[in-house]
T-cell receptor, first 116, second 116 residues
């Protein structure tokens, strides 16, 4: 069966420090990968998605970047964190074949990032 | 652009009662999917139910069912025989029915509390 791992679960970082959040998927190949952010008491907003190694699309302009160095690895980064980067970050994956219920997204357990 | 609106920020019912959560959406697409996700206190995003827009029959999953009114662009979730474990944030979400990266657009969420 497929599983998605996301770490760390919580992170407290000072303003101006770098960030690296990692997400890996097991049990599938060539998944679509996603990074979402959830501000306090709000819904989820799509930040980045990837349909293949090295292919990254950004949905909103921001202080963050994403990379996909391997098929099942998705990394969210920042060179210098801002206070506004605080939030709950969720990684997700989906099958990239529509005929195989590709419309279903499966989420990781999330990372609570606090920038102080 | 698609938008999803959940007009009930919070709801509270007694255990075993039936509760209906409201969701409306706006789109010019004819082929799309609608979802309800549950986010318990653990913050894990769990898919509750999905509806394909081209299907007139309302989706059901055990105690969960939807009332999909395509013309009215309404997609409500009914939880029957509510249980304490149903306490969670519930998010309505929209996805275009186009193969490629499957991007979810979320509503702001409804916080549901089931009281003993």
């Amino acid at each position: 069966s497929q599983t998605i791992h996301q770490w760390p679960a919580t992170l407290v970082q000072p303003v101006g420090s770098p960030l690296s959040l990692e997400c890996t998927v097991e049990g599938t190949s060539n998944p679509n990968l996603y990074w979402y952010r959830q501000a306090a008491g709000r819904g989820l907003q799509l930040l980045f998605y990837s349909v293949g190694i090295g292919q990254i699309s950004s949905e909103v302009p921001q202080n963050l970047s994403a990379s996909r160095p391997q098929d099942r690895q998705f990394i969210l980064s920042s060179k210098k964190l801002l206070l506004s980067d605080s939030g709950f970050y969720l990684c997700a994956w989906s099958v990239n074949e529509w005929s195989r219920e590709g419309e279903k997204l499966f989420f990781g357990s999330g990372t609570q990032l606090s920038v102080l | 652009a698609q938008t999803v609106t959940q007009s009930q920020p919070e709801m509270s019912v007694q255990e075993a009662e039936t509760v209906t959560l409201s969701c409306t959406y706006d789109t010019s697409e004819s082929n799309y999917y609608l979802f309800w996700y549950k986010q318990p206190p653990s913050r894990q995003m769990i898919l509750v139910i999905r509806q394909e827009a081209y299907k007139q029959q309302n989706a059901t999953e055990n105690r969960f069912s939807v009332n999909f009114q395509k013309a009215a662009k309404s997609f409500s979730l009914k939880i029957s025989d509510s249980q304490l474990g149903d306490t969670a944030m519930y998010f309505c979400a929209f996805m275009r029915g186009i193969q490629g990266a499957q991007k979810l657009v979320f509503g702001q969420g409804t916080r549901l509390t089931i009281n003993p």
